[in-house]
């Protein structure tokens, strides 16, 4: 499942780069930590699920008919537990030959527990027999910031009443919430392979997890279609999907590859999952394993409580996969989620964490192909790009007490957080820098073939790696996956002349433990580079290097792997040389900041920021550009040329639109023009950061611009600088349009990335009525918040944006406004540095 860089953990991007934590009662915060999450005890093993369904669209329901065949474990038995969320359960029996037979059983909305006909033995198959109704809406399951609903079964616009939104059934299981909809035993060590008939009006499509079998025409104007996976699978990963879907049909090698979208993203369909086929042969080579699937389809939903799911040959994406043209220019920004789902298909489906305590089997797992596939695909410095804004989420995460196999924890769901994507995807970078790429992936070919169509957990994953290797690595696991945290550094040089000696000192100053780093030094003297491979062991430790004079650069940790923190005692001659000579994005990136944070004191660090913008990888172009302190007077001077021939010229439209974006900062009149012509490029970002630029200088123009776009449905970064420039420059006599305009967005990135404008817009009205009126709407927003993002979203709403407009309107001298704002608060304070737990 993608979370962080799309859905997951979006939300909390778009607030400030401050975390809040607020602290648990003291009695729940010590009962969970005496909690141990063992992974589920087997009694009885699924073994083979037959589904016959069909869906009431006014009542939300489904009409379910299950022969869930199984098998006791090992020990003798003669009950059996199901796990059934919320459903109305007509009757029970178990199938004898050619005749069921009633059995009787006892239902709390969550368990269904069934007394069998006799004790079975271990090898003894029998089927049980389960004539349910289930009801979705009744489920009161908490979802997590990864997955925002446990519903598991979803009606979208049942009725049709919502203009411009298809109807659309769909599932989502995991963790544990497919069993709302069949009756199961929904842990993550269960394997089952399934058959689904879907009965559902004719003009509707579905998909499930393997092939399409059986399709049959009735009378009454609806259909019957018959899916059957002959694989083993996990029960969170069984799905089904239904709506007016316009399908796109691809192949990798005999095997189908289909994309489900909405019909008027047909044309750009392949522009969004086109790469599907090469990146199931670059994970096929990868792993030694070929795709062991039947097909690969990949669905696109509306409302989806996630960012997508990699339910088996069966992926499901969000809506913001839907991309048009304009967005396209700009780059696929979906397919890292594409990639990540599909290494599911090895990682997570083909062979499945056994506990949720060990999910990183699945997610570390596909976080870490992310990196893969942009290495292969788009180059080391797109891989390296990745591999450091990963780091900085965790880093900026407030995570660092977090162990990534974590066997004590209040809720399942919040396992699915940035240490078990972010972190662990590191981790695994690290791992493979260590062992070597190709001792990696014959360890990870082992660990999948052992474990083929079943559970694992992270222990056996090192057996594998260990088996490869011939090394004992449980001080790589002890320390990386059963431990948290993470070293910061201080690293220092000398050069002993007499001796013709470099010396490099490392100092670890996180207080708590002390990591085993083994890495590499690299030294460059004369335009050679030597390598010194050395570990750190201790909180302090000393490196000799022999060297006839002084290097040029001594650069540590060479390959740019290491998660860590470091405060590296560099020069501004040693960074331009690394920025010349190391090469690597990271490399190239660390003399960037430096120079950036000495631009106005320092001329060579203004050459090197000035040579950065014309870097052969975008996203540092773009960088330098941004670090450029445009606003001193002798920078502007010689950067301004630049940036205007970047904001016509560069072949980027992300440089495009970083060049106008500092441009604009200039509020200089003379680049009117170039910003009026730029508000219409085909990428919507050069014609966001243009518009907002215009805004600087001539507000009603952009005003102007803003309006006649509103009514285009634009999207991306011109949608978002349309609403900021409406916003911004609207009078009071606009209120009910903007108003409504928030209002009515769904819950979401979109609502959260207007809600800083609207505010904004709320302390310049001065209609009282007007004002609680919108106050009212931030509430209702507020209010709507699910409950797994409050810790960290309701700190960031009460406190700095009611309590903002609050403040604005006190010091306006308006106090009527500023005590209504207040009592929508309530009793909440804004907690100090220390009771947030801040983290920069």
Not at 186 to 214: C, H, W, Y
Not at 717 to 728: D, F, G, P, Q, R
């Amino acid at each position: 499942m993608q979370t962080m860089k799309r859905l997951l953990f979006s939300l909390l991007i778009l607030i400030p780069m401050i975390s809040y934590s607020q602290k648990p009662d003291n009695l729940k915060a010590e009962s969970w930590k005496k909690m141990y999450r063992a992974t589920p005890t087997k009694i009885n093993d699924l073994v083979h699920t037959k589904l016959d369904v069909r869906f009431d669209l006014t009542r939300s329901w489904m009409y379910g008919k299950a022969w869930i065949t199984l098998k006791p474990h090992f020990y003798p038995t003669d009950s059996l537990r199901l796990d059934a969320k919320s459903m109305k359960i007509n009757g029970v029996s178990v199938l004898k030959e050619d005749r069921y037979v009633p059995l009787k059983y006892s239902y709390d909305s969550l368990n269904l527990k069934i007394t069998l006909d006799r004790t079975y033995n271990d090898g003894e198959y029998y089927t049980i027999f389960i004539d349910y109704v289930s009801m979705p809406n009744e489920v009161r399951v908490k979802g997590s910031a990864a997955i925002m609903g446990a519903k598991g079964l979803y009606f979208i616009n049942p009725l049709g009443d919502e203009k411009d939104k298809p109807t659309e059934i769909w599932t989502q299981g995991e963790t544990e919430s497919n069993s709302a909809w069949v009756p199961t035993i929904d842990k993550p060590n269960q394997k089952t392979t399934d058959e689904i008939s879907m009965t559902v009006p004719a003009r509707f499509l579905t998909l499930s997890n393997g092939l399409l079998i059986k399709q049959k025409k009735h009378s009454d104007g609806t259909r019957t279609d018959t899916w059957k996976m002959d694989l083993p699978q996990a029960p969170y990963l069984m799905m089904m999907a239904v709506g007016e879907y316009s399908v796109i049909k691809d192949r990798y090698e005999k095997k189908e590859v289909s994309y489900f979208v909405e019909k008027e993203y047909v044309p750009v369909a392949r522009k969004i999952f086109g790469y599907t086929p090469e990146m199931i042969k670059f994970y096929s080579d990868y792993t030694g394993v070929d795709f062991p699937w039947q097909k690969y389809s990949q669905v696109v939903v509306r409302d989806y409580v996630s960012g997508a799911m990699e339910n088996t040959t069966a992926t499901v994406h969000a809506e913001s996969a839907q991309q048009d043209a304009r967005q396209l220019i700009d780059g696929n920004s979906w397919e890292d989620v594409i990639s990540h789902e599909l290494f599911h298909s090895w990682f997570g489906d083909y062979v499945t964490t056994e506990s949720w305590s060990n999910i990183a089997i699945n997610e570390s797992f596909a976080d870490f192909a992310e990196l893969l596939w942009e290495e292969y695909k788009h180059g080391q410095d797109a891989a390296g790009e990745l591999n450091y804004t990963s780091i900085m989420n965790y880093l900026y995460s407030n995570s660092s007490k977090k162990d990534l196999v974590r066997f004590y924890y209040r809720n399942r769901e919040e396992l699915f957080d940035v240490v078990s994507y972010q972190k662990g995807g590191r981790i695994l970078n690290m791992l493979r820098n260590y062992v070597g790429d190709s001792a990696f992936r014959k360890s990870i070919n082992l660990f999948l073939t052992t474990h083929r169509f079943k559970s694992a957990e992270v222990q056996e994953l090192r057996l594998a790696f260990e088996a490869v290797t011939g090394q004992d690595l449980n001080w790589f696991w002890n320390q990386w996956f059963y431990g948290s945290g993470h070293p910061k550094l201080d690293i220092s040089y000398d050069y002993i002349q007499p001796a013709h000696t470099v010396k490099v000192f490392v100092k670890q100053t996180q207080p708590d433990k002390v990591f085993r780093l083994p890495l590499a030094i690299d030294v460059y003297q004369g335009g050679a580079r030597k390598r010194y491979k050395v570990w750190i062991e201790n909180k302090a430790d000393t490196f000799s290097f022999q060297a006839d004079t002084r290097p040029d650069l001594v650069n540590f940790d060479g390959d740019k792997r290491l998660l860590c923190e470091k405060t590296d005692h560099k020069t501004i001659d040693n960074y331009i040389y690394q920025y010349k000579n190391a090469g690597l994005y990271l490399d190239r990136r660390e003399a960037i900041d430096y120079a950036a944070n000495n631009q106005t004191r320092d001329p060579k660090s203004f050459e090197l920021l000035k040579t950065a913008t014309g870097d052969r990888f975008t996203g540092l172009r773009v960088l330098a550009i941004q670090r450029l302190n445009v606003r001193d007077d002798s920078i502007r001077k010689v950067v301004e040329p630049i940036l205007k021939n970047l904001a016509e010229n560069d072949p980027s439209s992300h440089v495009r639109a970083g060049a106008v974006q500092s441009l604009g900062k200039l509020k200089n009149p003379e680049f009117k023009a170039l910003f009026l012509k730029a508000v219409d490029d085909s990428s919507y970002s050069v014609a966001g950061s243009a518009l907002l630029a215009l805004g600087q200088i001539d507000s009603a123009a952009a005003y102007r611009k803003a309006r006649s776009f509103s009514s285009l449905h634009v999207r991306g970064e011109l949608n978002s600088a349309v609403i900021n420039t409406l916003y911004s420059f609207a009078g009071e006599n606009e209120f009910d349009s903007l108003a409504a305009k928030f209002d009515e967005l769904p819950l979401g990135n979109n609502k959260f990335m207007i809600l800083q404008p609207f505010s904004g817009y709320l302390k310049k009205v001065k209609d009282t009525e007007k004002f609680k009126k919108g106050i009212d709407i931030i509430v209702k927003f507020r209010d709507s918040i699910p409950e797994a993002f409050s810790d960290q979203v309701l700190p960031y709403l009460n406190g700095m944006i009611l309590g903002g407009i609050a403040s604005a309107k006190q010091a306006a001298g308006l106090s009527e406004q500023a005590q209504y704002v207040k009592s929508k608060i309530g009793n909440y304070k804004m907690p100090s540095m220390s009771e947030q737990g801040v983290e920069f």
